[in-house]
C-alpha cells in the first residue's frame, strides 16, 4: 500500500485499463493537450497518442453521443464531461438514448460506456457550476451511477466501470481530487463492485448514510461523536443507482436510527428516494425519524459566506445525530 | 432486347428488377401496416414511408451487407432494406415477441446487430451523433465498413445535426448524412424552418462535399450515394446528401395534414409518385415490361399480408419480459431483486 491523490487513482485506473485493453480509449473537452481539467489525464496523451486521447470540441450532446456509439461499434470509451452541470447539454443522450437502447431494442445493444464527470460544490463555482445532479441520473432505469469517496474505491470502481457492460455514470467531486487515501501498488490488480456499499466505521447507536465527499465530513462527525460516547455506523452508499437495500437495511436493524446526509438538494432527491425505502423494508426498527442532512434548497452563492451556509457541514451533521441518539441511550 | 447485361447506372436488368421489388415491398407493406393500424392491431406512433421509397431503396442499393445503417422514427424502410424479416418488422408493429425488438421498442425502435440496423430513433437528430461514434468505432479498428444515417429535414434544426457533422467533419469518419426532406417537419414546412433554402450551404460550413438529389428518381438517388460511399469508404470523410422526396400520408397516422393543400399531395401522388418514375424509365429503355411489375407488384403484397397474418398469430411478450433487458446482466437493476415477484 501507499498514500495518493484521488486524482492519481483514478489517472492510474485508466492508464492500467488502457493498457490492458486496446478497445479502450478516453475523450472529452481538454483531456489531451491540457491534461484535464482537473489534470486527471495529464500525462495520457503522451502516452497513448491521439487516437486513444481524443481532444473533442465543446459539443457535450455529440461527443456523448458518438461515446454511445463507439460503445456500439466495440469499443470501451471513458468519456470525460467537464462537470455534471454541462451533462445536461448531453441529457438526451444519455436519458433517451444511453439508457434506453438495451431495453427499447429488445436486449440486444450493448453499451459499455463509462461517462465521468465531478459534481458538487464548495469552491466558490456558482449557481451553474456546482451541482449535485445525481439524483436525476439514478431516478432512470438503464443506467449505473457511482461516487466514490476514496482514492482505494475511485481506482477500484473506475476499472470496473470501464469492464462493465452498460453505462455507467461515475461521479466524482471537484473537492475530492486532492485527497489522499491508501491504494495498493501499481500494477496490484483489484477491482471493487459497482453494487455494493460499504460499511466505513462500525457503530451501534446510528447509522449515517452518505457519499462522495460528505463521507470525509461525516467520518470526522462520527470520531468526534465517540468521544461522547455516540457510536455511529457510516456507510459510504459508493453506488447510487442500484443500491445496496441489503447493507442499509442490515445496519437499520441493528442501530435503529438513521441519519442521511449528501451534498444534494433535499426534495425528491437521492436521501429521500433511500428514506422511503428504509421506512418501506425496516420501518417496524425504527426507534425515531430519519433525519436528512443536505444542501439548502437555494441555487448556489457565489459568495463564500453564503456558500458555506449552503452546504451540509459537520455540525449538521452532529446535530442530526444528537436530535435522534438520545443521552440515556448512549449511557445505557 | 439490348444484349448488353448492363443497362442503366450500372446496373444489370436484375438489379434493377430488384430494386423495383423492394419499392414496392416497402409501398404494400406500409399500406398493410396502415390498414391494421386502422383495425386497432397496431398502437402508438406509426410514420409511413409511402412516396419516400426511392430513397432509403437507392441509398441501400449502394451499400454493402456489412455497413451500418442509423435511421429515424421513420424507417420500416430501412428495416426491410437492411434485410429485416417483414415478419419482424410487422410484428414489432402489433408488439409481438417475435417482433425484432422483442415487441419493447414498436414501430420506431427496430434493431438488428447482425444485420447492422443500428435503431430507430424516436428523438430527432439523436441518432446523428450516434452514428458519428460507430463510424469512429470502425475507423479506430481499421474496418472499411461505413455508416449511413438517415434523418428528417426536421433533424437539420437541431443542434445534434451540426455537431455531429462537424465532429464527423474534423475526425473525417465513414459517414455519409443522408438528409430525406420531405419538405415538411410534422408541419412545418421547411422553406420557413431553414434559414437557406439547401443543405448545399451547410455541408460547405462543415467543409464536407454535399450533393443534392432528386428523391423520386431511384437511380439518380442510388448513383449519387454511389459516389458518397466511394468517397467516404477511401478514408476521405464523412458526406452529406439532400434528397429531396415527399411523404404521400400525413407526418404519423394520426396527422390529418391541415398544413397541406389536397392538391398538392394529388399533384406529388399523380406526377411524381417514385415507383411510378421507375417504371416508366425502365419501360422507356424496354429494361423491363409491365408483367414483370405486376409480378413483383403481386409478390411485395403477399409479403405483406404474410406478415401481418404472422405478426397476428404471432404471441405477446411474457409479463416475465417486463423486467428483462434493462441491463446487460438484469441482476445488477434495482426492478430484478425489489420489484419483480
Known sequence: MRTITYRDALREAIREEMQRDERVFILGEDIAGYGGTYAVSKGLFEEFGEKRVRDTPLAEEVITGAAIGAALGGLRPILELMTINFSLLASDQIVNQAAKFRYMFGGQPEIPLVIRMPGGGGAQRGAQHSQSLESWYAHIPGLKVVMPATPYDAKGMLKSAVRDPDPVLFIEHELLYNVKGEVPDEGVEYTVPL???????????????????????????????????????????????????????????????????????????????????????????MDAPIQHVTSADVPMPYSKVLERAALPNYNAIVNAVKTIVPAALVHA | MAISNVTLAGLTRTQLLEI????????????????????????????LYIGQEAVGVGCLAALRPDDNVLSSYREHGQAILKGM????????????ITGCSKGKGGS???????????????????????????????????????????FGDGAVDEGAFHEALNLASIWKLPVIYICENNQYSM???????????????????????????????????????KRAVERTRSGQGPSLLEIKTYRFRGHSMTD?????????????????????????????????????????????????????????????????????????????ALSFRYERK
Open chain 1, 195 to 285: 453494487n455494493r456499499g460499504e460499511v466505513k466505521r462500525q457503530g451501534e447507536h446510528v447509522t449515517i448514510i452518505t457519499f462522495s465527499r460528505m463521507l470525509h465530513v461525516t467520518l470526522q462527525a462520527a470520531e468526534d461523536l465517540a468521544k461522547e460516547g455516540i457510536e455511529a455506523e457510516v456507510i459510504d452508499l459508493r453506488s447510487i443507482r442500484p443500491i445496496d437495500i441489503d447493507l442499509l437495511i442490515d445496519s437499520v436493524k441493528k442501530t435503529n436510527r438513521v441519519v442521511i446526509a449528501e451534498e444534494g438538494w433535499k426534495y425528491y432527491g437521492t436521501g429521500q428516494g433511500l428514506a422511503a425505502l428504509i421506512y418501506e423494508y425496516a420501518f417496524d426498527y
Open chain 2, 20 to 47: 423495383h421489388y423492394k419499392m414496392a415491398l416497402l409501398r404494400r407493406f406500409e399500406e398493410k401496416a396502415a390498414e391494421e393500424y386502422t383495425r386497432g392491431k397496431i398502437g402508438g406512433f406509426m410514420h
Open chain 2, 85 to 96: 424479416e417483414p415478419r419482424a418488422v410487422m410484428a414489432e408493429l402489433f408488439g409481438k
Open chain 2, 108 to 150: 420506431m425502435h427496430m434493431w438488428s446487430n447482425e444485420l447492422g440496423l443500428l435503431g430507430g430513433n424516436a428523438i430527432v437528430g439523436a441518432q446523428l451523433p450516434i452514428a458519428a461514434g460507430v463510424a469512429l468505432a470502425t475507423q479506430y479498428q481499421g474496418i472499411d465498413t461505413i455508416v449511413a444515417c438517415f
Open chain 2, 187 to 225: 408541419g412545418m414546412a421547411v422553406d420557413k424552418a431553414w434559414a437557406v433554402d439547401s443543405l448545399l450551404p451547410r455541408a460547405a460550413a462543415y467543409n464536407m462535399p454535399g450533393e443534392q438529389v432528386d428523391g423520386m428518381d431511384v437511380v439518380l438517388v442510388y448513383e449519387a450515394m
Open chain 2, 256 to 332: 390529418p395534414a391541415y398544413y397541406r393543400t389536397r392538391e398538392e399531395e394529388q399533384q406529388w401522388r399523380a406526377t411524381r409518385d417514385p415507383i411510378g418514375i421507375f417504371e416508366k424509365k425502365l419501360l422507356d429503355l424496354d429494361l423491363a415490361s409491365q408483367a414483370q411489375f405486376d409480378e413483383n407488384d403481386t409478390r411485395a403484397t403477399q409479403v405483406a399480408e404474410d406478415a401481418a397474418e404472422f405478426a397476428d398469430q404471432s404471441l405477446d411478450p411474457t409479463p416475465e419480459e417486463l423486467y428483462t433487458d434493462v441491463m446487460v446482466d438484469d441482476s445488477t
